[in-house]
């Protein structure tokens, strides 16, 4: 093959990409993938809401505020009125903070936290409609989990949230200010100079981990913009010589072209149930199954053993001893999500902070928690084992094969809201639920706003 005929093919994947998001049209999507991205916007804005005291967030909204930038997309959290590029890093920030928000779980990526602070932010500057907005969601969301299936198992410790995230940003912002396919292409070919990304915060427990999808949004904006106003970026983000691919990590691009227009993966993107790590969501299902169904006391437990894939004990396996006390290091430590679970019962947005994350006895229950690496397991997440053995001998078991929340088991509408409800109740105790029902069905009707800033605007004004 000559060397043209290379650089063509190579050429062929983003440009596909790109011809595809220039020409989609909102009609275009089933109801169901419309739906979808309504629960993504729904999540992501009571997540953000939900993380106002989360670590890390104060000094990223102070850098903010002290710049003083003026523009028409709104911070989430007060109100205040920016640009899209500080806009979509504060709200993202907010969005990943609380580990509530939703993942893909066949790629292991966090597409929301990317697509919706992007989408609203631009939306909001170019005042597109609801319509609008939920298909540039979609769309979003399909091609960021599309990307995440380039590389199968076993993968390098990028986190392709925001190494990929970054690139659908980029084409989302363009697309959203009408830039044509060429446009389109160089904002994905500008934003490779920004696709990063490790799992080296989840390894030291930092709260650095809840910045890495907002620095994606915000590079993938000014990437959209720049390319917009003419820049130009690289033909081969994914598959050039130097590109994702060959940087990164080895694997097929047919997972982004195969389909692409005709099946989308928006709507099998799981909406969590526990403002924690997704590794940890199988075991605490476990555990609470366990506690109903015997009436497990936590004085009569002498040892819990949790079976788990070696991604997930690569991800929440660390000891927990309660110091230093941090959330983070709860929401990433099976051994606390089991200890909380059988004490308190429950893993919610209390449960992640403190005085919890240093209660003495969920930290000495923790202690008793045994992890065990099922090698033969080569899943992320499912299945997952929980054995508790009495201090009086007697030993019972569960294995989670489902996640609740996920794609086979998607939660349903009651849950979501009951979701929003336990988000925004704990920003503003005053809300009552008919307030958040109303909130709720409101935004769920956004497709039907000839503008979105003013149900956006609504929606947090109620909270905030």
């Not at 199954?289 to 009569?300: N, T």
């Not at 919610?348 to 090698?375: F, N, T, W, Y």
């Not at 009552?432 to 029902?437: D, F, L, N, S, Y």
Request: glycine share 8%; aromatic share 6%; with cysteine.
């Amino acid at each position: 093959m000559s060397a043209a005929a290379t650089t063509n093919m190579q050429g062929a994947v983003s440009n596909a990409i790109a011809r595809h998001l220039a020409e989609a049209q909102a009609q275009d999507l089933p109801a169901q993938e419309i739906a979808a991205a309504k629960m993504s916007l729904i999540d992501v804005l009571a997540c953000a809401l939900a993380a106002k005291d989360s670590p890390g967030t104060a000094a990223v909204l102070a850098v903010c505020q002290s710049e003083r930038a003026v523009g028409r997309s709104t911070i989430w959290m007060t109100g205040e009125m920016t640009t899209p590029r500080q806009a979509g890093f504060v709200n993202s920030m907010y969005a990943a903070s609380l580990d509530y928000d939703s993942v893909f779980h066949r790629g292991v990526v966090h597409s929301d936290i990317i697509v919706v602070p992007t989408a609203v932010a631009v939306g909001e500057a170019v005042t597109c409609s609801g319509a609008e907005l939920l298909s540039t969601i979609a769309y979003g969301n399909d091609l960021l989990c599309r990307l995440s299936l380039i590389s199968p198992p076993p993968r390098k410790a990028w986190f392709f949230s925001s190494v990929y995230g970054v690139i659908v940003s980029a084409a989302m912002t363009a697309r959203l200010l009408k830039g044509n396919e060429k446009q389109i292409c160089d904002a994905m070919g500008l934003a490779l100079f920004s696709a990063a990304g490790t799992y080296q915060p989840m390894t030291e427990r930092s709260t650095s981990k809840q910045a890495m999808a907002a620095f994606a949004v915000q590079a993938g904006i000014h990437c959209g913009y720049l390319a917009v106003a003419g820049l130009e970026g690289v033909n081969q983000p994914l598959d050039g010589k130097h590109g994702i691919l060959a940087m990164y990590q080895n694997g097929d691009l047919s997972a982004v072209t195969e389909g692409l227009g005709k099946i989308f993966f928006g709507s099998q993107i799981g909406r969590k149930p526990y403002p924690s790590c997704q590794c940890n969501h199988a075991p605490i299902e476990g555990i609470l199954a366990l506690k109903h169904e015997y009436g497990i006391k936590p004085c009569d437990v002498a040892e819990v053993e949790v079976s788990l894939s070696p991604h997930a004990c690569r991800i929440v396996g660390a000891l927990y001893d309660g110091q230093p006390p941090s959330q983070m290091t709860a929401q990433f430590s099976v051994q606390y999500s089991i200890a909380c679970a059988l004490i308190r019962g429950k893993v919610g947005i209390d449960e992640i902070k403190q005085p919890c994350i240093s209660d003495e006895e969920i930290v000495e229950l923790a202690r008793r928690v045994r992890i065990a690496e099922d090698r033969d397991n080569p899943n992320t997440y499912v299945p997952a084992s929980v054995t508790v053995r009495m201090r009086d001998g007697s030993c019972v078991s569960n294995t989670t094969t489902v996640n609740r929340g996920s794609a086979s088991q998607p939660m349903t509408e009651a849950e979501m809201l009951q979701k929003v409800e336990d988000c925004l109740m704990s920003v503003n105790r005053g809300l009552e639920g008919t307030a958040v029902r109303t909130i709720f069905y409101q935004l769920m009707g956004i497709d039907h706003a000839p503008e979105i800033n003013e149900p956006v605007l609504v929606f947090l004004r109620s909270v905030i």
